[in-house]
C-alpha cells in the first residue's frame, strides 16, 4: 500500500520552513500543517509579511543591520552617543542588545566570526568597513561585544590588532557568571573567566 504524503505545494513548504533554524523536518511539518489549517489568520498574513519584507528589507550600507531604510534608524538617530560603536557578530546580536534597553550607542555589524576550517576570512567580514568607522574622530570607544566562543575570541584579538594604531578604547563585554547563576551549575569555561575578570567589592 503506498504512503500518502501531501501535494508539492505543501511539500514545498515544508522544505523551505526546515530550512529555517531550530526547525528538523518534522517540526517543520507540524508548523506548515498548522498554517495550512490556519489559512486566514496565518498563512495569508504570514504571506503578505513576508512579501512585503522582500520588497522594503535592506542591509544598511553603514552599520550592517536591516532596517526598510538605509542608513537605517539607529544609525540616523541623533539621540544615541557617536562615540560609542559596538561590535556585534550578527543582526540577532543587536537585537538582542537593544531588548537589554541600557545600550545608547551605536552599532557595527560584522556578519560572522572568522573562522578558517568553515574558508571565512577577514575579507568575508565587515572589518574594513569598522576600521573606517572607529577611525572617525567622534569615535572614542569600540565594544567588543562577540560571543565567548573560540572563533569569537580569535575575532576579537584580531580586530583588537586591527584597530590597535586608532587612539580609542578598546572593550570587551564581561564575561562570567551570569546573574542570578549558581556555580555548581556554571561549566568551567564559564567559571575560568568569571575568575579572570573578578572585580574589587
Keep these: 500500500m503506498a504512503k500518502a504524503s501531501a501535494g508539492p505545494e505543501i511539500e514545498r513548504l515544508i522544505q523551505l520552513l526546515a530550512r529555517l533554524p531550530g526547525l528538523g523536518p518534522r517540526s517543520a511539518r507540524r508548523a506548515a500543517l498548522h498554517l495550512v489549517k490556519k489559512r486566514e489568520q496565518l498563512l495569508a498574513p504570514l504571506a503578505d509579511a513576508m512579501r512585503l519584507a522582500a520588497d ?8 550592517g543591520n536591516i532596517d526598510t ?9 541623533s539621540s544615541r552617543d557617536p562615540s560609542i560603536l559596538i561590535v556585534v ?18 552599532y557595527h555589524v560584522l556578519g560572522g566570526v572568522l573562522s578558517p576550517l568553515d ?14 568607522r572607529a577611525a572617525d574622530p ?3 570607544e569600540v565594544v567588543i561585544a562577540l560571543n565567548a566562543t573560540v572563533d569569537g575570541q580569535t575575532t576579537a584579538h584580531f580586530l583588537t590588532e586591527a ?7 578598546i572593550t570587551r563585554l564581561a564575561h562570567g557568571v551570569p546573574v542570578g547563576g549558581e556555580l555548581d551549575y ?3 569555561g564559564t567559571l575560568t573567566a ?8
Aim: hydrophobic letters at 45%; one cysteine or more.
Design 138 to 140: 567622534v569615535v572614542r
Design 194 to 201: 568569571a575568575l579572570r575578570s573578578r572585580t574589587a567589592l
Design 56 to 63: 522594503r528589507v535592506v542591509v544598511c550600507s553603514a552599520c
Design 186 to 188: 556554571l561549566d568551567e
Design 89 to 106: 557578530e550578527d543582526v540577532s546580536d543587536l537585537w538582542a542588545l537593544e531588548r537589554s534597553n541600557v545600550v545608547n550607542a551605536r
Design 163 to 169: 584597530l590597535a594604531h586608532l587612539p580609542l578604547a
Design 119 to 132: 574558508g571565512i576570512g577577514p575579507d568575508e567580514l565587515n572589518i574594513a568597513k569598522l576600521v573606517e
Design 69 to 77: 531604510s538605509d542608513p537605517c534608524a539607529i544609525c540616523v538617530d
